[in-house]
Nanobody, 120 residues
């Protein structure tokens, strides 16, 4: 069973920082794109940032200059460093990954979600 497990959410004051982690586990042959999405109450899920296996990154305009996505291919893990957090960053953050299993099946996986609350 291939799965994604997230950690690192919580409550932080405006201007603060948090780092999210997402580790893929199971019978994995390779992982291509990895990314972070978020969904705020009453809103659609949106892409925050993603990163290819080669390290090319892409960010939503709303987080450019504040968030940094990175990955450790040896650990099958993707990170999201969030700085200068704003109340509008409050959402459930989901990890997403395009995984190829040992049996060469292509899978799109989602993590369980982790809540980030930015409030004083």
């Amino acid at each position: 069973q291939v799965q994604l497990v997230e950690s690192g959410g919580g409550l932080v004051q405006p201007g603060g920082s948090l780092r999210l982690s997402c580790a893929a586990s199971g019978r994995i042959f390779s992982i291509n794109r990895m990314g972070w999405y978020r969904q705020a109450p009453g809103k659609q899920r949106e892409l925050v940032a993603d990163i290819t296996s080669g390290g090319t990154t892409n960010y939503a305009d709303s987080v450019k200059g504040r968030f940094t996505i990175s990955r450790d291919n040896a650990k099958n893990t993707v990170y999201l460093q969030m700085n200068s957090l704003k109340p509008e960053d409050t959402a459930v953050y989901y990890c997403n990954a395009a995984v190829v299993s040992y049996s060469r099946r292509s899978l799109e996986l989602w993590g369980q979600g982790t809540l980030v609350t930015v409030s004083s």
